[in-house]
């Protein structure tokens, strides 16, 4: 069996690279992918503790949280497809032009 500690640091780590993928990353097809692996990340770590305590409860919840993740995804991508139809780029810098 492999011990939870590993999971927490995988989490960790998973966590880590989409926050600075969200926080140094100006393509929003990026930033989006980066939203995806921290959510999986909390997923993977509610998944092994779930296993660890013997109840299926966080597993439960992770069904749920993944199909709310879907329909993120396809709001971020409707979003991102009328962004690129406007500005020609996906680029998050240029949000700023469509204020006016």
Do not use: H
């Not at 966590?15 to 995806?36: H, P």
């Not at 993944?66 to 991508?77: H, R």
């Amino acid at each position: 069996m492999i011990p939870i500690e590993n999971y927490i640091w995988l989490s960790t780590a998973l966590f880590t690279i989409g926050v600075l993928g969200v926080l140094f990353r100006r393509n929003a097809i990026i930033v989006f992918a980066c939203i995806e692996l921290m959510l999986n990340a909390v997923n993977l770590l509610m998944v092994a503790f779930s296993s660890y305590l013997n109840d299926a409860t966080g597993q439960v919840f992770v069904f749920f949280i993944m199909a709310v993740a879907a329909a993120e995804v396809a709001v971020g991508l409707a979003i991102l497809v009328m962004m690129y139809r406007n500005t020609k780029s996906v680029d998050i810098d240029i949000l700023n032009r469509l204020k006016g």
